[in-house]
């Protein structure tokens, strides 16, 4: 009896860790019923089936997702926006998925969408620099190149060391003819990544002020 009070502390405390882990609370029900806990055990049992169906359907819905963004990439941008819809739908609290959908839009060029859609995460998570990331590239592209240097900026804040962010700032700024900080970002992201033939075209673009290249984040 003394080893299963010990087992039922431990598994309340995990339970209060990790209340979303439907293992957990089977594990739960179990040591509850070899304590003649029926009603305890039950709730338990309710529970751990409850939320082993909601992480069944989130994995559904991620797979969905993912298959939205390869729709898109194959050039079937209609079904895979459908296909994203459908992964929103089935989980639609799940930020990954929301974030998808954002890069969905964005790559079928509708941008102001995307805007929307990215302002709405960050709206419930501020510093996730993937959707700051996002945010420079759309507004780039519709030509709001204060905003889209404000995003790429913060993107980098976020996250340093990351030469994809640093060369997005770079571009912008350069396209909003700041060309001392452009050269810095640019310089910075080719010693990231020194291989990257894309930064270095980009760092030679801004180090001879070419505004013709067409270099884009």
């Known amino acids: 009896m003394g080893d299963q009070e010990g087992a039922l502390r431990e598994f309340r405390g995990a339970a209060e860790l990790t209340p979303t882990d439907s293992s957990i609370h089977y594990m739960l029900s179990q040591i509850l019923r070899k304590l003649g806990k029926a009603q305890e055990a039950q709730q338990e049992s309710d ?3 409850h939320l082993a169906r ?4 989130a994995s559904l819905a991620v ?10 990439q194959q050039g079937k941008g209609e079904e895979g926006l459908a296909t994203l819809r459908e992964a929103r739908r089935m989980a639609p609290d799940n930020l990954g998925i929301q974030f998808d959908y954002a890069v969905g839009l964005r790559r079928l060029h509708r941008y102001e969408d995307s805007i929307n859609q990215l302002q709405q995460i960050l709206q419930r998570q501020p510093d996730l620099p993937g959707a700051h990331d996002q ?11 204060d905003e889209a240097v404000a995003s ?4 980098a804040r976020l996250i340093p060391g990351t030469p994809e962010v640093r060369t997005g700032l770079g571009v912008a700024l350069a396209k909003n003819n700041d060309w001392s900080r452009a050269l810095t970002e640019l310089e910075m992201a080719h010693r990231l990544e020194p291989a990257n033939k894309l930064y270095e075209r980009s760092l030679e673009c801004v180090r001879r002020r070419l505004s013709a290249c067409t270099v884009e984040p």
């Open 47 to 49: 529970a751990a089936e």
């Open 54 to 57: 909601t992480e069944k359907d």
């Open 63 to 72: 797979a969905y997702s993912n298959q939205g963004l390869f729709l898109i």
């Open 135 to 145: 945010l420079g590239y759309a507004y780039f592209r519709e030509g709001r190149l």
């Open 152 to 155: 790429f900026a913060e993107a």
